[in-house]
Nanobody, 124 residues
Framework: QVHLVESGGGLVQPGGSLRLSCAAS????????MGWFRQAPGKEREGVSC????????YYTDSVKGRFTISRHNANNTVFLQMNSLTPEDTAVYYC?????????????????WGQGTQVTVSA
């Protein structure tokens, strides 16, 4: 059975950093592009970042470029999201997801497996 479990969320002050982890079980991350999404209260879930399979190409939504970094550690079956220079606008529940589509895409429609989410709150 496929499971994705996020961790690393919490409360952080503006300008601070967090590192989210997404541990997979029941399947091997090597074969799936992986994405991070977030959903703030009253808003739709949006794509934050994704990482492809073969060459490890990464993609970011404009609002996080230069601040967030996605990476994968295939040996540990884990994907990470390093978040720096956090602002209150980054407050949301963050989800990791895997897609059977053979490329990286920041669209929730194409993702097949989802974690339960981890809360990130940026506040003074």
């Amino acid at each position: 059975q496929v499971h994705l479990v996020e961790s690393g969320g919490g409360l952080v002050q503006p300008g601070g950093s967090l590192r989210l982890s997404c541990a997979a079980s029941g399947f091997t991350l090597d074969y799936y592009p992986m994405g991070w999404f977030r959903q703030a209260p009253g808003k739709e879930r949006e794509g934050v970042s994704c990482i492809s399979i073969n060459d490890g190409s990464t993609y970011y939504t404009d609002s996080v470029k230069g601040r967030f970094t996605i990476s994968r550690h295939n040996a540990n079956n884990t994907v990470f999201l390093q978040m720096n220079s956090l602002t209150p606008e980054d407050t949301a529940v963050y989800y990791c997801a895997a897609t059977r589509l053979r490329r990286c895409i920041l669209n929730t429609t194409w993702y097949d497996y989802w974690g339960q989410g981890t809360q990130v709150t940026v506040s003074a």
